[in-house]
């Protein structure tokens, strides 16, 4: 298995919106309802924002969204605020076999 | 909630065991309601899964990992535990204890991670 494919940085302005993309195959991320995206900041554990490709966790503000279309899903981050700042992975299940692959992470930076 | 934390030696090793233990409180291991898992993170790297089990039935292992990983559960403790064997430099890594929901793939709760370093 191999880790999903994340870029290794993204940014933007406060307010504005920032999609990040998370590339699989047929076999994990195409293949999958069951994507989901964690947020770090540094020195912390990773937190759950989304579930499920779309799903947000009570708590996590509306300002975060996913989607999926094909192998690749999504996260996008509409109204950036400084506190977004952190790495993002996603994750997702992959296979028969109740196996979970990551992807490599993805540093967002608010400008 | 349930909260989880981690505890073992901080340094192990080269070719030695790595073990691990992460006490669970709020919640009991026994249950239905959870798998118990680990995640280990590399210094300046991303996440890779690395196990979960349920208490009384399968345990599903990283194949990258599964020649060398076993998953454990002590409900006398309410604590569970990894071992992972023939250790190198490549396995120094934060470990973090997890919790997924049975049914349900994502890991919703975690400890604040454990710092291994293999070294010797």
């Known amino acids: 298995q191999s880790a999903l494919t994340q870029p290794p940085s993204a940014s933007g302005s406060p307010g504005q919106s920032v999609t990040i993309s998370c590339t699989g195959t047929?076999?994990?991320?195409?293949?999958?309802?069951?994507v989901s995206w964690y947020q770090q900041h540094p020195g912390k554990a990773p937190k759950l924002m989304i579930y499920?490709?779309?799903k947000r966790p009570s708590g996590v503000p509306y300002r975060f969204s996913g989607s999926k279309s094909g192998n690749t899903a999504s996260l996008t981050v509409s109204g950036l605020q400084a506190e977004d700042e952190a790495d993002y992975y996603c994750?997702?299940?992959?296979?028969?076999?109740?196996?979970?692959?990551f992807g490599g992470g993805t540093s967002l930076t608010v400008l | 909630q349930v909260q989880l934390r981690e505890s073992g030696p901080g340094l192990v090793k080269p070719s030695q065991t790595l073990s691990l233990t992460c006490t669970v409180s709020?919640?009991?291991?026994?249950?239905?309601?959870?798998?118990w898992g680990w995640i280990r993170q590399s210094p300046g790297k991303g996440l890779e899964w690395i196990g979960y089990?349920?208490?009384?039935?399968?345990?599903y292992y990283n194949p990258s990992l599964s020649s060398r990983v076993t998953l454990s559960m002590d409900t006398s403790k309410n604590q569970f535990s990894l071992t992972l064997t023939s250790v190198t430099a490549a396995d120094t890594a934060v470990f973090y204890c997890?919790?997924?929901?049975?049914?349900?793939?994502?890991?919703?709760?975690w400890g604040q991670g454990t710092l291994v370093t293999v070294s010797s």
């Open positions: 709020g919640g009991s291991i026994s249950s239905d309601d959870y798998y």
């Open positions: 089990g349920y208490y009384g039935a399968n345990t």
């Open positions: 994750s997702s299940y992959a296979g028969i076999n109740n196996h979970v692959i």
């Open positions: 047929s076999s994990d991320v195409g293949g999958s309802d069951h």
């Open positions: 997890v919790t997924k929901p049975n049914r349900i793939q994502y890991f919703d709760n």
């Open positions: 499920d490709v779309f």
